[in-house]
């Protein structure tokens, strides 16, 4: 996977890839008023796409890409039906008090939701956490693993600003999930319809005070 290059330009890579995905967080992490959590997908997108127009051969048609096999669909398909499912008996069993939370207080919030996290957020975060950092820093990835790895620890970290070791828990294994179904794939837009309906599932079975910090429940 990895290309030549020397180690002065690998030394900088990681620097940069440090600042961008360990860095943003934590200053976000410390500083509660620096930005809301929420906010910060537009500015970091229009800096991505900068970055990846002036040193990528990257095209605006890859975002919108879909060469999924449908098996491959069905089979994805039954993942997060087995996703529901474990999530649901994870509530059932340990905060059955959380249970709906979110579609029971506020129906047309959560109704809402649906319609806007998969394209203004899942959408946006596996740009940056897939295709950007694929492309960006694959000179750094000299084995597949190593940016499934990078890719699941980056994504994780970024939902520290949510102060709950379950949102990165969850997370991490999300991210490990959805960057090997991106190297399989090569369709961010697939694994950006994976991601919204698991976050569907998480905000509608009673998890989304994990990453929503003012969730109206």
């Not at 070791?165 to 090997?180: E, K, N, R």
Request: positive net charge; hydrophobic residues 55%.
């Amino acid at each position: 996977m990895g290309r030549g290059v020397t180690k002065h330009s690998a030394m900088w890579r990681v620097a940069e890839l440090l600042l961008l995905f360990l860095g943003i967080p934590l200053l976000i992490y410390f500083d509660r008023d620096f930005i809301h959590p929420s906010m910060i997908i537009l500015p970091v997108l229009l800096f991505i796409f900068i970055v990846l127009r002036r040193t990528t051969d990257f095209n605006w048609k890859e975002l919108f890409r879909w060469q999924v096999p449908s098996r491959m669909v069905w089979r994805h398909g039954l993942i997060v039906l087995a996703t529901l499912a474990v999530m649901l008996g994870y509530v059932l069993l340990f905060e059955r008090d959380q249970l709906f939370n979110l579609p029971r207080n506020n129906p047309w919030i959560f109704v809402a939701l649906c319609f806007f996290y998969p394209v203004f957020s899942a959408f946006g975060q596996e740009i940056i956490y897939r295709t950007f950092l694929f492309r960006r820093f694959r000179t750094l990835f000299v084995k597949e693993w190593f940016f499934t790895a990078t890719s699941g620890i980056a994504f994780s970290f970024m939902h520290i600003v949510y102060y709950d070791p379950v949102s990165m828990i969850i997370t991490f294994i999300g991210g490990l999930y959805f960057a090997q179904v991106y190297l399989w794939t090569r369709s961010v837009l697939f694994t950006s319809v994976l991601h919204g309906c698991m976050g569907i599932i998480i905000f509608g079975v009673g998890l989304g005070q994990y990453f929503w910090l003012d969730m109206p429940v």
